[in-house]
């Protein structure tokens, strides 16, 4: 799920850079999320990170285990909602030069204890949303990055 303008349009035609999410107010290209590390329940390593958010906003990591309008997305604020289903907040953590991340490398909680994946693993899937005041777009003042697939492993 992108806001890139290859799926569901982005609600003022606000396209981001392919495979980011919706621009947002202060960054060209909007938000995106990336994970590295390892996404294995009995030894995770797994880092959230989202680069391209707006300078210092508070953002919400969080997962769930099925996606919106077959993976597309749907309207949600300044950008595009795509997970859903069992949603869990994974943190929220305010950005530092519009980045921010989450997971175990960074002395968190790891990423599968927060999000309860069962021991024997399963797909799942994060977006990262934050808040976006300025004046932009909606009159919401949020807006999300792209969303991952994860499939974690026993």
Known sequence: CFGDGSGTPC???NSGTPG???ENSSQSGGTLL???GEARVSGDSLLLFASGLTPTAPTLFFQGNETLNGG???VF???LRCVQGNAVRIAT???SAGMSSYGAPAGDI???QRGAVPPAGGTRFYQAWYRNVAAFCTPSGFNL???IQVTWLP
Do not use: I
């Open 11 to 13: 609600p003022c035609g």
């Open 20 to 22: 980011h999410g919706c």
């Open 34 to 36: 990336t994970a590295t």
């Open 72 to 74: 597309l997305g749907v």
């Open 77 to 79: 604020g300044d950008g």
């Open 93 to 95: 953590r305010t950005a």
């Open 110 to 112: 790891p990423v599968s």
């Open 145 to 147: 990055s792209n969303a």
